[in-house]
């Protein structure tokens, strides 16, 4: 499979999907059409592999999803400090290699 039908499926008849999922997480859909060309051109050109495509995105969208429901804050109103909140907690759930890839993940959020 070539790389432009791997990537292909980001965007579907107008509406852009996740390559994981069937849809963006509700924060990036939120913050606009920019917003989320900008997370859709993130994932489709910065991050080549896709299986690391698949696992940052998962990561991503637990980190906005945490956000959410935990500070109930906007895209444009997350700092470096909810990012770090975030990481601690995980501490308490998953492996340290875990942990790492979900702050490798969020590195370009704030």
Same mark, same amino acid.
């Given at each position: 499979?070539?790389?432009?039908?791997?990537?292909?499926?980001?965007?579907?008849?107008?509406?852009?999907?996740?390559?994981?999922?069937?849809? =963006?997480?509700? &924060?990036? /859909?939120?913050?606009?059409?920019?917003?989320? #060309?900008?997370?859709?051109?993130?994932? +489709? *050109?910065?991050?080549?592999?896709?299986?690391?495509?698949?696992?940052?995105?998962?990561?991503?969208?637990?980190?906005?999803?945490?956000?959410?429901?935990?500070?109930?804050?906007? =895209?444009?109103? &997350?700092? /470096?400090?909810?990012?770090?909140?975030?990481? #601690?907690?995980?501490?308490?759930?998953? +492996? *340290?290699?875990?942990?790492?890839?979900?702050?490798?993940?969020?590195?370009?959020?704030?």
């Amino acid at each position: 499979m070539n790389e432009a039908t791997q990537l292909a499926p980001l965007l579907r008849e107008g509406v852009v999907v996740s390559p994981c999922a069937t849809s =963006l997480p509700g &924060i990036i /859909l939120l913050a606009g059409r920019s917003a989320t #060309e900008r997370f859709v051109e993130f994932f +489709a *050109a910065q991050i080549r592999n896709p299986n690391t495509r698949a696992a940052y995105t998962r990561a991503v969208g637990r980190f906005f999803h945490f956000v959410e429901t935990s500070f109930r804050l906007g =895209l444009a109103e &997350i700092r /470096l400090v909810h990012i770090l909140v975030y990481l #601690e907690t995980l501490q308490h759930e998953l +492996a *340290a290699p875990s942990v790492k890839q979900h702050l490798a993940a969020t590195a370009g959020v704030d």
